[in-house]
């Protein structure tokens, strides 16, 4: 990053903006400086390229706390199955990523049901159909206006009867403050648990790249309803650069897992917090 | 709130009558973070707050608010100002045809809009239809037809990948069944997809719509602004639509939107269900991003 060549107040202004401009949030920004500000006095630092390298290493740390090592989405414990509920609300890529995932999966040779738990929104159940189609796995899938719950329970049941390695349960999008659809999910849940008790094994929010200072209040409500596993950052082939992570990170302990980098099957990537953090800043 | 936030900075403040400077600087950090957010774009609300500061000093603050109330007052009359819609109303006539074109990022809320807006206008007694202009995701088209059924709207499809002969083939049907509203639907596609902004302009050249809407989901942060603009660059939209309303964000996009394109902000979608588009009013929008 461009900066000036002294370190002073305005270098500070200078870096706090770009984690405003980038969705941080000004809670979180101001917390970053802060301690950026501590270090720097503490090590006497006086080049202003060093304070960046300290930037950096404060933003990794904040998403490295308590996972040090990243693993593999791709890798998860050899559970039959091993269930993965994808939730959040309208139009982030719960469907698209669910395509995306199940074909990773089965490249890698899984055995992978995709449950086709939207069957609200026009057309749900033919759109990830095709997904399932194109990665060349199983749906579970009704006709329209049936009770989420009930395919959802279907197809995990069928999954566990089956021995399939890995089970993928798509959402109908849902804003977090509609209190019906928010109990929706929480019966979803229970009727996940009925058919496999110790599942879901993940469950992942999808957020958009694009979303500002409202994702934190999609995490919190998400979270308090289901216990979340992880987050899906989508769109991140865009300019957003998604910084709203930092704060879900800190306040919520929920790690991003994935990152969706396109609207094609192979655009889906390991959450890399190194790389993440370098991209922030380019 | 802001208005409580500012009230307890001004608590051992004696009224004075009027806004001194230095209870404008107590009060411009407060401003700025409430807007900030709100997701306003961070330009944005430098710009905005230089405003305020310009009409609060030496400002009378009348009897019956605090310092802190009528400062609310000035930063809420300006959100108005800048988010005025200028009485901006969709022209549609019962006697010719009015073409319209959604575009917008990925899931913002286009194919559900062209519903809602066909749905409107019906009730108003004109005679839409509806293009389905969207080639590439999954069951576009069909996502289209279903919501189509459901409000018993014509939607056209062709065969094809390429847009412009969809277009071509609407605007012949639109014309033989004496349509009055045809509605475009297009892919979801990035401001910095040079080729799909350059489908987007090529539809636009050859349906000569006689408005744009540029879709947008509230929920857009910082970057509404980069988006906003690059699509205005490229097709000069003429109005926004703001989507996803009934969640809780502030929706700081409006303004950022706004002051970058200078494009009014039309209708809100307030809901997935086909009824859920409203006008929009600028003074409910400017409360909310106040939170
Ligand atoms: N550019 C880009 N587009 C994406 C990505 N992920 C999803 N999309 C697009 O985003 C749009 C919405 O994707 P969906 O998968 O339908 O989203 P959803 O969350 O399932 O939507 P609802 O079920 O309606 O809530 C589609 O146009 C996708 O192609 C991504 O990583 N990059
Ligand atoms: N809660 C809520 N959901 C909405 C609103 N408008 C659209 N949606 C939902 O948002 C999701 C995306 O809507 P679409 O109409 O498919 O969005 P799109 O812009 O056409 O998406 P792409 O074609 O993939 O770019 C769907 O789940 C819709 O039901 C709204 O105002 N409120
Ligand atoms: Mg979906
Ligand atoms: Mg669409």
Partial sequence: ?282 | SLSERLDSIFRNLKGSGYLTEQNIKDSIREIRLALLEADVNFKIVKNFIAEVEKRAIGAEVMKSLSPGQQIVKIVHEQLIALMDTEGFEMKVYNNKLTKIMMVGLQGSGKTTACAKLAAMYRKKGIKPMMVACDVYRPAAIEQLKVLGRQIDIPVVTEDTKDVVTIAESALKQAYSAFTNLLIFDTAGRLHIDADMMDEVARLKTHVKPDYIFFVADSMTGQDAVTVASEFYKKLEFDAVILTKMDGDARGGAALSIKAVTGRPLAYVGTGEKIPDLEVFYADRMASRILG
């Fill in chain 1, 1 to 282: 990053v461009k900066v000036r060549g002294v370190v002073d107040d305005q270098l500070y202004e200078d870096l706090e903006e770009i984690l405003i401009k980038n969705d941080c949030g000004t809670e979180m920004a101001e917390r970053i400086i802060t301690s950026l500000r501590k270090e720097v006095k503490e090590d006497r630092i006086t080049d202003p390229e060093v304070v960046q390298i300290y930037l950096v290493d404060i933003m990794q740390n904040i998403l490295f706390k308590d996972i040090p090592d990243e693993s593999d989405f791709f890798q998860p414990p050899a559970l039959q199955p091993y269930v993965i509920a994808f939730v959040g609300v309208n139009g982030t890529g719960k469907t698209t990523t669910i395509g995306k995932v199940a074909n990773r999966f089965a490249q890698s040779g899984k055995k992978v049901l995709i449950v086709a738990g939207d069957t609200f929104r026009a057309a749900a159940i033919d759109q990830v159909a095709i997904w399932a189609e194109r990665a060349g796995v199983h749906i579970m899938r009704s006709e329209p206006e049936r009770d989420p719950a009930s395919v959802i329970y279907d197809g995990v049941a069928s999954a566990v009867a089956k021995k399939y390695d890995i089970v993928l349960i798509d959402t109908a999008g849902r804003q977090h403050t509609k209190e019906r659809l928010m109990k929706e999910l929480q019966k979803i849940d229970r009727v996940i648990k009925k058919a496999c008790p110790e599942a879901p094994h993940e469950t992942i929010l999808v957020v958009d790249s694009t979303t500002g200072q409202n994702a934190i209040s999609q995490a919190k409500h998400f979270d308090e309803a289901i216990k979340l596993t992880g987050l899906a950052l989508t769109k991140f082939d865009g300019t957003a650069k998604g910084g709203i992570i930092f704060n879900i990170k800190q306040n919520l302990e929920i790690p991003v897992r994935l990152l969706g980098v396109g609207e094609q099957i192979e655009d889906i990537e390991n959450f890399h917090t190194v790389r993440f953090v370098k991209a922030f800043f380019t």
